[in-house]
């Protein structure tokens, strides 16, 4: 089992309201990613750093943004949620000093924004 | 962009026989393949990876095979259970940006 959550599990929230989903891991990996998954489809990489102080975007454009001022903290943040944010969002982290190595996932944030 | 793709959406096998789930990729710099796994609810687990310096890598009762001349890879699943039935994942880690892309999943169904 890998050392990283995500909270809240689920979250339905109204249109314009302003979320924070967390993440946490406590491996000291430096790579940390997030990612938007709909049901069933694939993962877009919306959001990816490389560790303190470092943020890049993914390849799916995103209204979110990130920051990671802790190694182990890689909250995600809307300013103001809509209806087309609704997803799951799965964050990930990665071995630090490695190039090649697999991510470990949280379990998801699922958002409903009504 | 680069990504990475799987042939089939969804794959439905008898419990006990082999599967064979298939992901093509376009990325030639990409040296570095993992496949995950991904039941309902939960987020991806990885299953086995395999590096560009080697076409075949096995663990137990699956086996990941590397084409790079076709940019190919597939996971083997040998002897299928219905605990198996997820969706499943190929990535790959771009040279140049560090990035794990996905490509679009492959639904295994067991039937008992």
């Known amino acids: 089992e890998a050392d990283i959550y995500q909270t809240p599990r689920y979250l339905v929230i109204g249109t314009g309201k302003k979320i924070t989903l967390e993440c946490s891991q406590t491996m000291g990996h430096d790579k940390m990613y997030w990612y938007q998954q709909d049901p069933g489809m694939e993962l877009h990489l919306i959001h990816y750093?490389?560790?303190?102080?470092?943020?890049e975007k993914g390849d799916l454009s995103s209204e979110s943004t990130v920051s990671r001022i802790r190694t182990e903290h890689f909250p995600l943040t809307l300013e103001s949620a809509r209806p087309s944010h609704t997803s799951q969002y799965l964050c990930?982290?990665?071995?630090?000093?490695?190039?090649?190595?697999?991510?470990?996932f949280g379990q998801g944030t699922r958002l409903t924004v009504v | 962009g680069e990504s990475v793709g799987l042939h089939l959406p969804t794959l439905s096998v008898q419990e006990g026989d082999n599967s064979i789930i298939n992901c093509a990729y376009s990325n030639s710099a990409s040296d570095y393949f993992i496949w995950y796994k991904q039941e309902s609810g939960k987020g991806p687990q990885f299953i086995i990876d395999?590096?560009?310096?080697?076409d075949k890598r096995q663990g137990q009762r699956v086996t990941v095979l590397l084409n790079k001349t076709v940019k190919h890879l597939s996971l083997q699943i040998a002897a299928t259970q219905p605990g198996d039935s997820a969706v499943y994942f190929c990535?790959?880690?771009?040279?140049?940006?560090?990035?794990?892309?996905f490509g679009q999943g492959t639904t295994l169904q067991v039937k008992p």
């Open positions: 750093s490389y560790g303190v102080n470092s943020t």
């Open positions: 990930a982290s990665s071995e630090p000093g490695r190039r090649n190595t697999e991510a470990f």
């Open positions: 990535a790959e880690v771009d040279n140049n940006t560090g990035k794990l892309i």
């Open positions: 395999i590096r560009s310096n080697m």
